[in-house]
């Protein structure tokens, strides 16, 4: 399914599509799933400049292809655009993992500014080495940075996994962004990336945390140890994640 859209206005705001629009998206919602966009949108949101992508280009292209003053939203779901990081979220990210219930049960802890910038160097390294990693998330209503979620390379004892994480400001804990983001991640990571598997690493008092996990489609789980703590490594494979989209969505 492709359709154009006069500029990312419509994407925003759900306008009739036109037929004149530089603007193209491809998927379809009819499962519930995310689209991937397939070309820039402005941070204006006036003006889309005539550059189109393939849809399955890795993030490593979108990247290396930014042009100065715009940036590029990987897809979108019923109520969050998804965009990589830049050091222009340096403020909204420095605010959000500044904060100690929102870092309660990550092993980096607390961060100020400057550990912030390094975990968005962090994620821009893994744009360039794997073409994923942490992706910022932005509610379509406000246009807010509400936080990040993403799959990204991460070191597991001697293993290199691809690891699923999400990390949502504390005004939008409780409203299912983060099951949705987390899906539309799962989605990118095995339909366009065909990572064979995705693990999700979560500490064992981190109810809420298991709650998403288990909403995307995890289940069981191995104890592991993780920067000297331990915590619950659940494994999805590409398989189980085709299983699962068919099994919720069957043919009409």
């Known amino acids: 399914m492709h359709a154009r859209l006069d500029n990312a206005r419509s994407i925003l705001s759900n306008e009739p599509l036109s037929r004149n629009a530089a603007v193209e998206r491809t998927g379809t919602k009819d499962d519930g799933s995310c689209i991937f966009f397939t070309s820039y949108i402005p941070v204006s949101r006036m003006h889309v400049p005539d550059i189109k992508h393939l849809h399955g280009s890795s993030c490593t292209n979108l990247v290396s292809m930014h042009l100065p003053g715009e940036m590029v939203f990987i897809c979108e779901t019923e109520r969050v655009l998804i965009r990589p990081l830049s050091l222009n979220d340096l403020s909204s990210v420095t605010e959000i993992l500044g904060d100690p219930e929102v870092m309660k049960h990550s092993v980096r802890g607390v961060c100020d500014e400057a550990a912030a910038r390094k975990f968005i160097e962090w ?13 910022v998330l932005v509610e379509k209503e406000s246009l807010d940075l ?8 991460e070191r597991v004892g001697d293993t290199e996994e691809i690891n699923l994480g999400y990390r949502l400001a504390r005004r939008f804990w409780g409203a299912g962004l983060a099951t949705e983001s987390a899906c539309a991640a799962l989605a990118y990571a095995f339909e366009v ?11 064992p008092e981190h109810v809420a945390s298991m709650r998403v996990a288990e909403k995307a489609g995890f289940c069981g789980f191995q104890n592991v140890q993780f920067h000297g703590r331990e915590v619950r490594l659940y494994r999805m494979r590409c398989d189980e994640w085709t299983s699962s ?8």
């Not at 509400?146 to 390379?153: A, K, M, R, T």
């Not at 990336?193 to 500490?203: D, P, Q, T």
């Open 123 to 135: 994620c821009l390294s893994c744009y360039k080495s794997h073409g994923v990693g942490p992706w």
């Open 245 to 252: 989209r068919k099994a919720a969505h069957p043919p009409k």
């Open 193 to 203: 990336k065909a990572f064979r598997s995705v693990v999700v690493m979560i500490e």
């Open 146 to 153: 509400i936080g990040f979620c993403g799959v990204g390379p």
